[in-house]
Structures are given as structure tokens and as C-alpha cells.
């Protein structure tokens, strides 16, 4: 798919790995809208040209608003993270915050039930999980579960989407505002768990847009998650 003049709606496109692929999109010619719940923080971090536009994926209505407002789509990406994930061990685990770390698949799923009826034949949809959806360290049973259960939800609705493509792209540890404001803190905080992995850095928010516009890019993917982890899953 050629994304030049091609709308592109881009949830959690105002921070980290969406606001990666919100720039790359329109630098390639497509008509982005960032999404997400504050987006207004984006607004110089991004081309004059990319919309910003306000709405909580959690939100089914304000979601299928959202779609009619720009219809026909031909690039839906989600990224929102949707709400908080407790990390910890799983004895120890608040049940409702456990709940609520699938606000995230509740989140996606919304933007593809209520996208679908408003996307292009030819669409493509890509969706985030994390390399912990297949393998997670201690502490990490909400993100890894979400991770999961996003990974099989795709896999379930690609043959009903089609021709419309679906794929997933699962990061590793990435140098974004999910981990705190400070890069600085960041990279001192995130570095023992980087030294397990084969590539011992945290990976850019635009390795993974770089991944999500290939998903993007080639017509012949579809039911597939990509991994950029710096070899997480090896390790
Ligand atoms: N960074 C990593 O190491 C890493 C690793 C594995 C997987 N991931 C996954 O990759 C995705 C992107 O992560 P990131 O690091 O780029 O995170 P981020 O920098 O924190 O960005 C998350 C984005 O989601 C938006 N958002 C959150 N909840 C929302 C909601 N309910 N409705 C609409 N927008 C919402 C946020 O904006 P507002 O606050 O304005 O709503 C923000 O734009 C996430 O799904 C994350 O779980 C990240």
C-alpha cells in the first residue's frame, strides 16, 4: 500500500511508538490523525498537517464517532495502551487493577469492531502487544496475559477481516514516556533488565514504527506479529 493520500487513524499516535508512526505516515504522504486521550501534548512534536483528536479507545461511541468522522480509513493502528497494568507478582496482584489491564484489549478491540464498517476494502489494521505476550519476566502476568490475549484475538478475526489485513507488532524494552518523562531515569532504571537481552540497549519508538510501516506497506502480510525486541525472546 502506497500510504501516500491514504487516510491513517493512529490511536496512542501522540506519544512513544504511535507518535513515531503518526510522523513517519505523514512524512509518506497519508492523512494522519493522532489519537488518544490528552492529545494536545503532541502538537509540537508532530507536522502541522497531522490531526489531533480526543478519544478514550475505552469509549465505544466516541470510537465509532471518531471512524465516521474520517470514513473511508485505510490505515487503522492502535497503540493506546488503554489504562494501567500492575507489575508484580501474581499472589500478591490487586484483582481490579488485574481486571484493568484489559482495558488495553477492550480498548483495541472497540477500534476494530467500530472501525471495520468504515475502512476501505483494501484496509490495513495493525495493533501493539509486547515480547511479555510470550514470554515474561517475574512480574509481568497482567502484561504478558493482555499481550496474549491480543496476540489470539488477531489470529481469530483475520480471516473475517479479510482482504482487509490484520498483523501485530510486539516490542521489547522501547525508550518511551511509558516508563517516566526522563530519559535519563529511563535508560538507568530499564539497563539491568537490557543486559539480559542480545541487543543490551533499550530499542527507539522508530524501530517499531519502522515495523509497523512495513505491516503497513506490504499487501501480502496479514495474521502475522512481527517482534522488535533485540532478542528478548532468546533470552
Ligand atoms: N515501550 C515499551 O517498552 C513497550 C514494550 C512492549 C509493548 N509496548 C506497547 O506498545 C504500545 C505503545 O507503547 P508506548 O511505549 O509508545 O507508550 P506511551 O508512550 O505511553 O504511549 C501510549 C499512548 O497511548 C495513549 N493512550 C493510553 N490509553 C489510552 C486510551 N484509553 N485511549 C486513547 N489513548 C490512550 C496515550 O495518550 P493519552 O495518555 O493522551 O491517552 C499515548 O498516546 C503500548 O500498547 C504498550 O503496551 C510498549
Redesign the pocket.
Known sequence: MNPSNRTALV?????????SVSARLAALGAHVVA?????E?ARDQLPSEVGLKA????NAEDVEAVFKAHAPVDILVN?????ERPFGPFAEMDMDAFKGSF??LW?YANTVRFGLPHLSEAASIVL????PAERSLTGQAAFGSVGAAIQAFVLRIAREVAPKRINVVS????D????GPDPALRKQATQPVVDRFLIKRMGT?DEVAQAIEFLILNEYVTGTTINVDGGWLLS
Open positions: 490511536f496512542g499516535g501522540t506519544s512513544g511508538i504511535g507518535l489519537i488518544s486521550r490528552n492529545p501534548r478519544c478514550d479507545t475505552r497503540t493506546a495502551t488503554g489504562g482495558d488495553k480498548g501493539a502487544t509486547g515480547a516490542p521489547g524494552l522501547i518511551t514516556p511509558m516508563f519508538s
